[in-house]
């Protein structure tokens, strides 16, 4: 004959186990879905890091050509880059925003190189190619500053 008492006890400890198991088998359906979620996600990434890196190549700049020769006049940034490899005066320009105390105004720009800054289409280059070469970076408030001279990789202007 089997004692009540234990008899209890073992019915007590499978009912336990039975809301175990489906506290698991929950907690198993949410894990696996997490996991199929981060493969869609993964596989999102791989392509939009694909179409991203099709999208740079096709962006670059055309080189010019000089004397029969392509050339980029302007090139683009990269870790270490100094400024000597620009042409003279975007390494005046580069040069004035590094001596500027902070970020600072096209405008102010102009005016440390002698520029008439009265002409707004004088004022367009000494802003666009650097920052679209990765040389500047404009803030959210039109001002520019220089980007660091170490570093990783420098992602070209509008890109994260």
Do not use: N
């Not at 920052?131 to 980007?147: A, E, H, I, S």
């Amino acid at each position: 004959m089997l004692d009540p008492e234990l008899l209890k006890r073992i019915i007590a400890r499978r009912a336990e186990l039975d809301e175990l198991e489906k506290q698991l088998a929950k907690r198993l359906a949410e894990v696996r879905a997490e996991r199929d979620e981060l493969a869609v996600a993964e596989r999102v990434l791989d392509r939009v890091s694909e179409q991203l890196a099709d999208e740079r190549v096709s962006a670059a700049p055309a080189p010019g050509q000089v004397g029969g020769r392509a050339v980029m006049l302007i090139p683009h940034r990269t870790p270490g880059g100094e400024g000597t490899v620009l042409p003279p005066d975007y390494q005046r320009i580069l040069a004035a925003v590094r001596q500027a105390a902070g970020p600072v105004m096209a405008r102010r720009v102009g005016e440390m190189l002698g520029v008439d800054v009265t002409v707004r289409a004088k004022l367009e280059p000494l802003r666009g190619r650097l920052v679209d070469r990765g040389w500047l970076r404009k803030l959210p408030d039109g001002r520019f500053t220089t980007r660091p001279l170490t570093g990783d990789a420098i992602a070209p202007s509008g890109t994260p």
